[in-house]
């Protein structure tokens, strides 16, 4: 058995984690155990998704600003009007992403908080040793 080291989600404050052999994590289990999938909805690739085609859009964008900024005659203030058009479409992605996990998160974000309060209440009684100096 090798050293076990942890991945952390962005949730920090739950400390949903797994380790690279696929284990999971006792807050991964109570929200399992509660009826959200962590991996579902914590999952960080939905965001890689996004950022993704946010990044496509803003390159494409730079170049139709070039182009539109040069046109002078019809053809290229059309070909620049339909570029446009293309663009904002490809942004019709980034918007149904953003939604998917803006809702993912808003249906954990109750229970996570819950359980960061239970945490919280269990370890108010303990007392934490201090380092010796």
């Known amino acids: 058995m ?3 080291k942890l991945v952390r989600s962005y949730s920090e404050p739950v400390q949903t984690c797994l380790d690279y052999e696929g284990n999971v994590c006792a807050s991964e289990r109570i929200l399992n155990s509660r009826g959200i999938n962590a991996r579902q909805f ?28 040069r046109a002078e005659t019809i053809e290229e203030l059309i070909t620049s009007t339909q570029t ?9 992605p980034l918007a149904l992403l ?15 908080m ?6 919280l209440a269990a370890n108010e009684g303990t007392t934490t040793p201090q380092p010796q100096q």
């Open 98 to 112: 953003a939604i998917k996990v803006i809702k993912d998160y808003s249906k954990a974000e109750p229970l996570l």
């Open 42 to 69: 914590l999952s960080t690739s939905h965001v890689s998704w996004w950022w993704f085609f946010w990044i496509i859009g803003n390159i494409l964008g730079n170049f139709y600003f070039r182009y539109a900024m």
């Open 114 to 119: 819950k359980i960061r309060q239970e945490q």
């Open 2 to 4: 090798g050293s076990r």
């Open 84 to 92: 446009s058009m293309v663009i904002n479409i490809w942004g019709i």
